[in-house]
């Protein structure tokens, strides 16, 4: 998959270049690319912002250099994405859905926001990362960016999808490694026990235990 970030703020994006994305790109599943919004603008000064018209807070990102740079990379089969506290609210089923295309373009907003009008000239999905306001796109393009990635085949292991929070409609159970104890601390028995089906049902019954107290609405 390529994923094409336009960003007024590419410095920004050093996170993807560690870890599992890192592996990903490293072996070529992933090609990323970050380019500068303001290397599109027209304007004598490279200014990409603006007052917005009837007053209000702030500056908006003016439409042209975010209508070129989109332009300059835009295929047939992109899907371009705005993330904004005005989306959908995301979740592991967009992410799964956003890891099937083969371009995706994340068109990051700062300031108080973006002429409207890109909207109407780009089939553009706006996708919310939760019910709070950021400074601008660049964190939770991150954000969904790590996420629909693990999707994507070899960025990591098939079983690593199946018995994660959210796989099964339920919060993954807790889980422990060595030593057996710390600080008096003793990793639960049935976990040392080798009985497979034991260790299937106490995980069961943690996932509901957790899911119950943590996030009711999933049950
Ligand atoms: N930009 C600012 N806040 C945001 C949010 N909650 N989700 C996605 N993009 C945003």
Redesign the pocket.
């Known amino acids: 998959m390529k994923i094409d970030i336009l960003t007024l703020f590419p410095e920004m994006f050093t996170p993807l270049q560690s870890s599992i994305l890192k592996r990903a790109t490293d072996n070529r599943i992933l090609e990323i690319n970050v380019i500068n919004i303001r290397d599109f603008s027209l304007d004598k000064h490279k200014k990409c912002d603006d007052y917005p018209f009837g007053g209000g807070a702030g500056m908006l990102m003016t439409v042209q250099p975010l209508y070129d740079a989109i332009k300059s990379v835009k295929q047939e089969n992109s899907k371009i994405v705005f993330?904004?506290?005005r989306?959908k609210t995301f979740n592991q089923k967009i992410a799964k859905d956003l890891s099937t295309f083969e371009h995706l373009i994340f068109v990051c907003g700062h300031y108080e926001g973006v002429d409207e009008r890109i909207f109407q000239l780009y089939d553009i999905e706006e996708?919310?990362?939760?019910d709070?306001?950021?400074t601008?796109?660049e964190l939770?393009s991150m954000v969904i960016i790590d996420t629909l990635s693990r999707f994507i085949d070899g960025v990591i292991s098939e079983e690593s999808l199946l018995n994660e929070s959210f796989s099964n409609g339920l919060l993954e159970y807790p889980q422990y490694t060595r030593p057996a104890e710390f600080m008096g601390l003793k990793v639960p028995e049935v976990l040392l026990s080798g009985n497979h089906q034991e260790v299937e049902k106490w995980r069961k019954e943690e996932s509901l235990k957790i899911t119950k107290k943590n996030r009711i609405d999933l049950l």
């Open positions: 993330p904004s506290p989306g996708i919310s990362i939760g709070y306001v950021l601008g796109g939770p």
